[in-house]
């Protein structure tokens, strides 16, 4: 059974950092690209980051380019999402996702339940 736990979410001020865990069982995790996604409420689910099995590439929403890091550690079958220099409009739950190096929800066939971010002004 494939499972992904966030964690790492939180209430933090305008211009504070996160990070973001995700921790992944029951699949080959090396075999899979990993996503991170965003739900605000009435929105629809939106891409944040991705980074392919190897970590030899990594792709951004313009939103939270130079901001947002992605990482991964295979050996530990985690990723990671550094959020800094957060703003209120990045609040949201967060989700992680495993799948196929893409930018689109429907290319991710495994999900977390989600972790809350909250940015306060």
């Known amino acids: 059974q494939v499972q992904l736990v966030e964690s790492g979410g939180g209430l933090v001020q305008a211009g504070g950092s996160l990070r973001l865990s995700c921790a992944a069982s029951g699949l080959t995790f090396p075999n899979y690209a990993m996503g991170w996604f965003r739900q605000a409420p009435g929105m629809e689910r939106e891409f944040v980051a991705a980074?392919?099995?190897?970590?030899?590439?990594?792709y951004y929403a313009d939103s939270v380019k130079g901001r947002f890091t992605i990482f991964r550690d295979n050996a530990k079958n985690t990723v990671y999402l550094q959020m800094n220099n957060l703003k209120p409009e990045d609040t949201a739950v967060y989700y992680c996702a495993a799948g196929s190096t893409s930018t689109t929800a429907r290319s991710y066939a495994y999900w977390g339940q989600g972790t809350q971010v909250t940015v306060s002004s």
């Open positions: 980074v392919h099995r190897n970590s030899g590439w990594t």
